[in-house]
């Protein structure tokens, strides 16, 4: 069983509000007092639903992907009704334990994106890098994407987003400016993303003995990306700009 504590020590397997001590010095300072009470209570329960995220994230490490919303509670000794006053139910605890994943990753994947002026070889450092943080933690991933709706919910799609971006960034960086539409490149970066979130979700559930290791599987997904990629990049490499080639003409 986890006690829920947040850093200054005070319990937060309770729901009461903080002590806040109130003196009165007319209207005008009446509001501001209310606000301040206002701001600080939203950041206490901010504070209060990552400490949860956090716990949750440590229970279902250890205990798998298919624990109920009661089995939580009762491993965090709190009760199903704290749960649900920070989270409105299961699919929303599953978007904010994967919100909170996966938002320590940006900062990995971006360097991955970064690490070698080869472009090949840092589309295959980012791969390592997404299947290496699956493989960590294999239980989570699970849960985060059990049922599949929750993974197309709240900010799991913008941390998608965000990484469709540095894809879309790499690519353009292998380019001549101007010679493919930024809207055309998204949509590479979107079918990039797509192929190693679908390849990691169907490798992660293989039982382990079955699966090939990260560093395998990354280099299949590699070859699999750059190859089409390169060709891709290889046709519009020879493709002149429509505005370029406008300004040429007499």
Known sequence: ???ITRHDGDSVNSDAPPVVDVQWAGAEGALEMLDGRAARWQDHRSQRRLELVRQVRRVVHEQ???ISMEEIATRLGTSKSILYRYFRDKTALQVALGE?????AR????????SSRDPRRAVEAMVATYLEI????RNVFLFVNRPAQAAAEGNLRVFVSQVEDLVATTLARLLPPGSVAPARLRVWA???????????????ATPAPERPSHQDLGAD???????GTHALLSANRTTVPTRARS???P
């Open 1 to 3: 069983m986890y006690s």
């Open 64 to 66: 798998g992907p298919d």
């Open 100 to 104: 909170y994943i996966l938002s320590r």
């Open 107 to 114: 900062t990995r994947l971006a360097q991955a994106s970064e």
């Open 134 to 137: 699956v493989s960590q933690s």
């Open 190 to 204: 979107a079918a990039t993303v797509g192929l190693v979130r679908g390849a990691a979700e169907q490798w992660i």
């Open 221 to 227: 997904l590699t070859t699999m990306l750059w190859d």
């Open 247 to 249: 300004q040429e003409e």
